[in-house]
Each structure stands twice: as C-alpha cells, then as structure tokens.
C-alpha cells in the first residue's frame, strides 16, 4: 500500500464586494466628471471604514480621474479602454478588461472592492465578478445621471441580507449578496 501524502494549499476564492451611492431614481451621478457631492456623511464614514478590510480596489476610469487622491493611495486597478497591456503608476494599475483576464489578476487577493463607477460594476458583474453588494440609497431625485448598471449581458439574481437606516433624513443602506 502507497502512502499518499495530502498538501494543504491556500488556494481560496477572492471575494469581490461592490460599493455604491444612489439616489432614488437609481443615479450614481449626475455627470462623469466630478465626485459625487451629494452622499451623507454617514454613507461616507461606513464606506471609508468598509474599505480597509481589503487588499484590492477596482474603479473605472472616470472615477479614478475624479477621486485619484483617495484612489491613488491604495492598492487600485483602473479599468480602462485607453490601453492595451496593464500600466503601472505607484499603487496603481490601469487594466483593459478586453486585452486581460481579471480572474487571474485578482487571484491572489482574498478581497477585493469595486467601488464605482457604472463601466467598473457592470464589468465585473458580467465577468461573474459581484459576489456581494452594498447600496446605499440617499434620498435624492436628480431625474436624470448615470446608472449603477448599464449594457448588461445578463440576469444577475440577488438576494437582500440587510436593510439599515443611516440617519433621520432617510439614507437607506442595503446589503445583497449575488445568488446567480
């Protein structure tokens, strides 16, 4: 009888959780060229103490071209169609989806952010990127803007695991995580 000897590995499955704002008519913006300045301090504060249990962030383009202060001080990969092979600029990288394959990428994070805008979440939830979710819901019409998800390919099946109530104005946060 051969004795076989069992390796453990630290394989793992990287964990991808979207942040995002919305107003009530699901804007996460009025415009693509400017920070959104219209969240609750309370959004902000659960949103800065969320991101320090990561080891990797995931923004589009324009929102990195809108918050690269924040951005640029953290392990963060820009999505973009502006270039072909992956660029790196201090702590972070700019990544076209088209030309790489995200999944290897991010193998070796155990959890990784994707914190905006709607090309980054949609990205992702197309590539089955999108294990989590959380939403907060300010309360805002803007009647016109950008939305959360755009050009989808597919059904994304989630299921709500928590409601919150922010702040006496009305700041809804929600928590889904993807069923699919």
């Given at each position: ?38 969240t ?11 991101l320090m249990?990561?080891d ?60 905006g ?28 803007g ?35």
């Amino acid at each position: 009888m051969v004795k076989m000897k069992i390796l453990k590995t630290n394989k793992h499955k990287t964990k991808f959780v979207a942040y995002a704002a919305t107003s009530i008519d699901g804007k996460i913006s009025i415009d693509n060229k400017k920070m959104p300045d219209w969240t609750s301090k309370e959004d902000w504060d659960f949103f800065q103490k969320s991101l320090m249990k990561f080891d990797a962030f995931i923004v589009g383009h324009n929102t990195y071209l809108t918050s690269e202060k924040y951005i640029s001080k953290r392990n963060a990969f820009v999505l973009t169609s502006k270039v072909k092979m992956p660029i790196v600029d201090g702590s972070v990288t700019f990544v076209n989806p088209k030309y790489i394959n995200l999944k290897t990428i991010f193998s070796k994070y155990k959890k990784v952010a994707i914190v905006g805008g709607g090309y980054a979440y949609e990205t992702m939830r197309n590539l089955d990127m999108l294990d989590e979710l959380f939403l907060t819901i300010e309360p805002i019409i803007f009647g016109r803007g950008l939305e959360l998800f755009h050009d989808g390919k597919k059904n994304t099946k989630m299921k709500l695991l928590s409601v919150k109530k922010l702040n006496i104005k009305g700041t809804i946060l929600l928590h889904y995580k993807n069923e699919s």
